[in-house]
């Protein structure tokens, strides 16, 4: 009897062995391809998108991320609905379907309200009697827009909304046949930037963030620096109070929590790739333990965020007990410290911007290929080392935010001279005859 069953129990443990070694080489060879949905091509989430899978593929291989070219955030929700996208990049306030979860914060959004200059307005309320160019009706930021039409208790009478694409809205305004546009966008903009110095357009403050949020908690309070736009006029010529939300990088509740977790340690263990190719990429953070997203965060995504998190009672039992006793007394200590340490961020990235500036006055005074090339190492070692004062809290994110601009510039600027000096050097070696 034991022979009888011995020849097939060996047969199919022997199966068995083979089907399970079949099936692990099949799941290191295997390659998963991701489709991330995006924005326009020229715009925000394109552009991270791309530096996302240019670093994910450096790193992870078997991880392929397709970026897909959308008409925005809720394009985006519909797809990832859908099973179309496994990936999408949405503005804050978008309205989700169950099955999509979060995995991290992304980079700010600032609502901009720019008017032209002889339509005379100074706030949003003085868009009584005015034409102004809207997001299109069923986008983000359209419900954006409607939320402050509210706040500020405007009816659609007071005023006459025309929706149109961004695109439109800057010709128009250009053109003179609207008096003001508003748009949701990153800061820094180079079409807004354009925008602002062909038309000499003005950038209106919004403020009341946080009794905003009352009603829309996604919004941040957060201002547009002096020079965002044009460090030389400058454009702003002052600091001015605006409202932003964060991007969120979200997915579908069934991708593989692996797949999740990787990408999620990509964004933060590998910042400065991504930075290398997308600078706002330096203002993603991490999200507090006490927050959540507007939604629930994926498995993968948390388990990055907490892998290294212990017990938080048994961790923090003795340093609670202390700052309990020790609160009432610190509090002052504490605000005075928090003044100090603004004043030394901003006199830090103060320093920072005064070196561009003087690398600046050396591009100009280049004269060889070498000399540019030193020069922008320069300029990429100097943005390291502001990056790092981000992380460590030595500098601001709104400091951070206005000395990009300069340095933008200050990279630019390079490219130029090495495309003047590279056309100069080809006319010198032209033959006599060929220059006439």
């Not at 091509?41 to 991270?48: I, L, P, V």
Request: glycine content about 4%.
């Amino acid at each position: 009897m034991q022979s009888k069953f011995a020849i097939p129990i060996v047969v199919l443990s022997v199966l068995g062995a083979i089907a399970f070694a079949a099936q692990w080489t099949i799941e290191r060879q295997r390659v998963y391809s991701l489709t991330i949905a995006t924005g326009n091509a020229d715009g925000e989430y394109y552009a991270f998108a791309t530096a996302l899978s240019s670093v994910v593929a450096a790193h992870e291989p078997k991880i392929q991320i397709r970026v897909l070219e959308t008409d925005g955030s809720l394009q985006n929700a519909k797809l990832l609905a859908e099973g179309e996208a496994d990936l999408g990049i949405i503005q804050g306030d978008t309205s989700l379907d169950p099955s999509v979860q979060a995995i991290a914060y992304l980079f700010p959004e600032i609502c901009h309200l720019i008017a032209a200059p002889s339509a005379n307005i100074r706030q949003f309320t003085d868009l009584r009697g005015k034409r102004v160019a809207v997001p299109p009706q069923g986008s983000g930021s359209y419900a954006i827009f409607k939320h402050f039409q509210t706040h500020y208790n405007l009816m659609d009478s007071d005023f006459r909304p025309l929706p149109m694409t961004t695109a439109e809205s800057y010709e128009k305004l250009q053109a003179g046949e609207i008096d003001a546009l508003f748009r949701v966008i990153a800061l820094g903009s180079p079409s807004v930037r354009g925008l602002l110095q062909r038309t000499q357009a003005q950038l209106v403050p919004i403020d009341q963030a946080e009794s905003m949020r009352l009603t829309l908690p996604v919004l941040e309070a957060t201002e547009i620096p002096k020079g965002t736009y044009d460090g030389a006029l400058p454009i702003p010529d002052e600091d001015i109070p605006a409202v932003g939300l964060r991007a969120i990088l979200v997915t579908r509740r069934d991708l593989e929590p692996a797949i999740a977790k990787v990408i999620t340690q990509t964004l933060f263990e590998f910042r400065n790739e991504l930075v290398s190719q997308y600078p706002r990429a330096a203002l993603m953070r991490l999200p507090d333990a006490r927050e959540n997203l507007g939604l629930s965060l994926h498995p993968g995504a948390r388990d990055y965020y907490n892998q290294d998190e212990p017990a938080f009672l048994v961790e923090y039992a003795e340093v609670m007990g202390f700052l309990l006793s020790f609160a009432v007394l610190a509090a002052s200590s504490l605000w005075q410290f928090r003044r100090w340490l603004d004043e030394r961020q901003k006199n830090r990235a103060d320093m920072y911007k005064l070196k561009v500036l003087a690398l600046l006055e050396k591009v100009e005074q280049a004269n060889t290929p070498e000399e540019l090339e030193s020069l922008r190492q320069a300029l990429f070692e100097m943005f390291h080392k502001v990056v790092t004062d981000l992380d460590t809290d030595r500098i601001s994110q709104a400091s951070f935010q206005s000395f990009t601009f300069p340095w933008d510039v200050a990279l630019s600027t390079i490219r130029h001279r090495e495309l003047l000096m590279s056309r100069a050097m080809d006319y010198k070696d032209q033959k006599p005859e060929m220059r006439r």
